[in-house]
């Protein structure tokens, strides 16, 4: 039985498997109405979410499955005290698949320890959203019909954009990618990204402040939102967050066959007379999401039905404490040793891959 917490927990083969089934239903979703029936997924929100959770409970009901879940963290017994472990446990009693948004990094992780069914990470704090990846990639495959040989451009937040941080995981492991990285010096790709991922791959990539200057050369450009509720300063969230807009004008110089890619809620990082542009393609991007996901709903239940057993993953018993990442699910849930895993470039918090000083 497997979990997806990271987009790496699918190999290359796993994710053409399921764009086939994805775009086999967008062919004929009637096949796919009745395959799920009795099935259960909960969608566990501790975090706001429109389209994930929607898409989520949308792609099971569109499988002929049911859903139970919440919303809001103040409608759970999170309240009362209850660890992400327990939860988990209490979850896997009543539902088939649990799809898990939380503010803690790690937390989809530690439920997926836990639970005796599949979990799916539909975003946890900064750190990643493979699902979102999942939609984006199926968007690129369906308007460019390749993933070799792109020029990705990456705008806003890369800081805490998790959207970014997944994708650029995927994109890692097709070759002639280029990745441009456009961002205020505050808002910059965390640093593991960059050495451990897109350096390690020996993917070419620069760094820029300025959108204009990179964008004739993208055929990708994924726009993101400044994630203003993870700034520990509101000041600085209200310095940066038009860092980036744009426009029909900015576009003038980008390639006409360029797509433009947004995880969305959009805020004022692009303008809403861009929508009606045919390389817009953030819109496309939500449908596409809903596809992938009952894909993989499809995919990991019935992998649970023939191997029940929950797949372990590497993990080295470290000291208390070690994680510096207050955001991390280490921090603060009770019974939980913290755990490292070793990458060629040290150890890493198994939880939210913060790096380890030793
Ligand atoms: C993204 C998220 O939640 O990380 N939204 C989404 O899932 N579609 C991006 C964002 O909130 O800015």
Redesign the pocket.
């Known amino acids: 039985m497997k979990s997806v917490i990271d987009i790496l927990d699918l190999s290359v083969e796993e994710i053409n498997e399921l764009i086939a089934i994805a775009c086999d239903m967008i062919e004929s979703p009637k096949k796919y109405s009745e395959c799920c029936r009795g099935k259960k997924i909960a969608t566990l929100f501790f975090e706001p979410?429109t389209?994930?959770r929607l898409s989520f409970e949308a792609a099971m009901i569109e499988l002929g499955g049911n859903v139970i879940g919440f919303s809001d963290a103040k409608n759970s017994s999170t309240v009362k005290g209850e660890t992400v472990a327990d939860t988990a446990r209490v979850v896997s009693c009543y539902a088939d698949i649990i799809a898990m948004?939380h503010p803690l990094e790690g937390a989809p992780l530690v439920a997926s320890l836990n639970a005796s069914i599949p979990v799916i990470n539909?975003?946890d704090g900064g750190h990643a959203?493979p699902t979102?990846t999942l939609a984006d990639l199926l968007t690129i495959y369906r308007e460019k019909g390749r993933f070799d040989n792109l020029t990705v451009g990456f705008c806003g937040d890369l800081k805490y954009?998790?959207?970014v941080h997944s994708l650029i995981h995927a994109l890692s492991r097709y070759t002639g990618i280029k990745i441009v990285l456009i961002s205020p010096d505050e808002l910059s790709l965390p640093e593991y990204i960059k050495r451990d991922v897109i350096e390690k791959h020996g993917m070419p990539y620069y760094e820029t402040t300025s959108l204009d200057e990179a964008i004739p050369e993208l055929d990708v450009l994924y726009m993101?939102?400044v994630?203003g509720e993870r700034f520990d300063d509101p000041e600085e969230y209200f310095r940066l967050k038009d860092c980036y807009v744009l426009d029909p004008e900015k576009l003038k110089s980008a390639k006409s066959d360029m797509i433009i890619l947004h995880?969305?809620?959009r805020v004022d990082e692009i303008t809403v007379d861009v929508d009606s542009d045919s390389r817009a393609c953030y819109f496309k991007q939500v449908f596409n999401?809903k596809i992938m996901r009952k894909s993989l709903i499809l995919k990991l239940l019935n992998e649970a039905e023939s191997n029940p057993v929950a797949a372990k993953r590497p993990t080295r018993m470290l000291s208390a404490n070690a994680c510096s990442n207050n955001r991390c699910i280490c921090k603060t849930e009770r019974g939980l040793v913290p755990q490292a895993v070793e990458t060629d470039e040290g150890l890493r918090c198994a939880f939210c891959e913060t790096a380890i000083m030793q």
Request: positive net charge; hydrophobic residues 10%; proline residues 17%.
């Open positions: 979410s389209r994930t948004r539909a975003g959203h979102q954009g998790r959207p993101t939102r994630q995880p969305l809620p999401g």
